[in-house]
């Protein structure tokens, strides 16, 4: 079992940068991949982006490809998500999740945070 724990949104404006942190704790190793999502009220949870610890290899939404980078520090277990040219309809909660496959994929995360609220005003 791992914790993680979200920081980093808040409210900022549209075009700005926001990076998001998620600290890992517990059996990092039988949690290969980390994954972000987000909710936006009335909506359903999709995913964002995932990485592998191993290798930094990564996927992404189509939604944010080119805007958003995930990225992993192993020294502090750390994952990050660096928000770049945010829009209004990237408002939403972000989550961030443990995988205990090696597979990356945006499916069969467990071992959630609370979440952290992104809003971006227009």
């Known amino acids: 079992q791992v914790n993680v724990v979200e920081s980093g949104g808040g409210l900022v404006q549209a075009g700005d940068s926001l990076r998001l942190s998620c600290a890992v704790s517990?059996?990092?190793?039988?949690?290969?991949?980390m994954g972000w999502f987000r909710q936006a009220p009335g909506k359903e949870r999709e995913f964002v982006a995932a990485?592998?610890?191993?290798?930094?290899?990564?996927i992404y939404a189509d939604s944010v490809k080119g805007r958003f980078t995930i990225s992993r520090d192993k020294a502090k277990n750390t994952v990050y998500l660096q928000m770049n040219s945010l829009k209004p309809e990237d408002t939403a909660v972000y989550y961030c999740?443990?995988?205990?496959?090696?597979?990356?994929?945006?499916?069969?995360?467990?071992?959630w945070g609370q979440g952290t609220q992104v809003t971006v005003s227009s």
């Open positions: 999740a443990a995988k205990s496959t090696s597979i990356l994929s945006n499916v069969a995360y467990g071992d």
């Open positions: 990485v592998k610890w191993i290798d930094d290899s990564t």
């Open positions: 517990g059996s990092i190793f039988s949690r290969p991949v």
